[in-house]
């Protein structure tokens, strides 16, 4: 625990003076977060209530160690520390690209509704008393559905400001699945279902399996490359739309193509963890603060600084206490006042 605070401890250091550094040092950021990715990545397989060293957990990575720390290491420690990776990167890469389609870097990867409509779907098969694939499948489709009844209705209404139409319509649905939600919560039953349904909703990577981990991967590494690829064509819809059709850019297939990506990553890895929240909205920001706004760098920053926030998160919420925290509560908990704080440098700045 000592050396998990000290780097913590280490990296908030980082992040404070990496604003401040010469231009010349920034373009290093992008391989030391990784290093430090990988780093925190190897230190949480030995953070638990089964404490490891560093070679206990290798051997029992391998294979070679004693069978309890082969279980816990293979069983347990590795399918969240992955989960953590890939989840914290989809929602970065997502908010990233949303803010930059949007042009407005105060929306989240749940602007369309995608994280209320997977909600639902979740609590329904909850509900229902669906087992945990039911579960899964049916919060996958719930997010889809949403995001698809937005671009219906966004279409069926006549408005100039197509974007705008998009994000009212997305709030709108997002307040009704969370009132549908809500009337769940109510009918459930109290002693089994409820807890069930807060405790998901609130996130967790506590019910990660390598099985999950398998299918959410190549949902997130597709969608993450497919972004960077068109990380140039992306950078061009942060004019308005007619300045970017006069450079040869189609704009509604490009629009729909980003939309469906993020949408997809997002409802891939909300269904296996939960809704988390103020990933998608903080670390873009932050990540915009190293780099600059172009998505070339923006893009590959965010992911990996989204991994490494969830993986730091994952390992506090159970290595600090005898009772796992929920993800959701953690990330809220950090993230509204590192946001804040944000907020008032930008104020500062620009008085």
Not at 135 to 140: C, G
Request: hydrophobic content about 60%; some cysteine; overall charge positive.
């Amino acid at each position: 625990m000592r050396l998990a605070r000290q780097a913590w401890g280490i990296l908030g250091l980082y992040f404070t003076a990496a604003p401040h550094m010469p231009r010349a040092v920034l373009p290093y950021s992008l391989p030391l977060l990784l290093i430090i990715l990988i780093g925190f990545a190897a230190l949480s397989l030995t953070l638990g209530a089964y404490p490891l060293s560093l070679l206990d957990s290798l051997h029992a990575l391998l294979g070679t160690g004693e069978p309890m720390a082969v279980q816990v290491v293979q069983d347990i420690r590795l399918p969240r520390t992955l989960g953590a990776i890939l989840v914290g990167a989809a929602l970065a890469a997502a908010g990233a690209a949303y803010q930059l389609l949007f042009r407005n870097p105060l929306v989240s990867p749940d602007i369309l509704g995608v994280s209320s409509g997977a909600g639902l779907g979740a609590v329904l098969g909850l509900f229902l008393g669906l087992p945990s694939l039911g579960v899964q499948s049916l919060a996958f489709a719930g997010g889809i559905a949403a995001v698809a009844l937005v671009i219906a209705l966004g279409k069926a209404i006549q408005h100039a400001d197509r974007t705008l139409v998009l994000v009212l319509t997305g709030v709108v649905l997002g307040s009704l699945a969370g009132a549908i939600t809500s009337l769940l919560k109510i009918l459930a039953d109290p002693y089994d279902q409820l807890p069930a349904i807060t405790f998901w909703l609130l996130g967790s990577l506590s019910g990660m399996h390598m099985a999950q981990v398998w299918v959410v991967a190549p949902v997130v590494l597709v969608g993450c490359s497919v972004l960077y690829l068109l990380r140039w064509r992306l950078n061009v819809l942060s004019l308005p739309e007619a300045e970017a059709s006069a450079l040869g850019v189609q704009v509604k297939p490009l629009r729909i193509t980003v939309i469906a990506l993020a949408t997809i990553m997002t409802s891939a890895v909300v269904a296996v963890a939960g809704v988390i929240g103020w990933i998608g909205l903080l670390i873009p920001h932050a990540a915009r603060l190293l780099v600059g706004p172009s998505l070339a760098r923006l893009l590959p920053m965010s992911i990996v600084m989204g991994a490494l926030f969830l993986l730091l998160v994952d390992t506090a919420s159970r290595s600090l206490g005898d009772l796992e925290i929920p993800l959701g509560i953690l990330t809220a908990l950090v993230g509204a006042p590192f946001f804040l704080g944000l907020l008032l440098r930008r104020a500062g700045a620009s008085s």
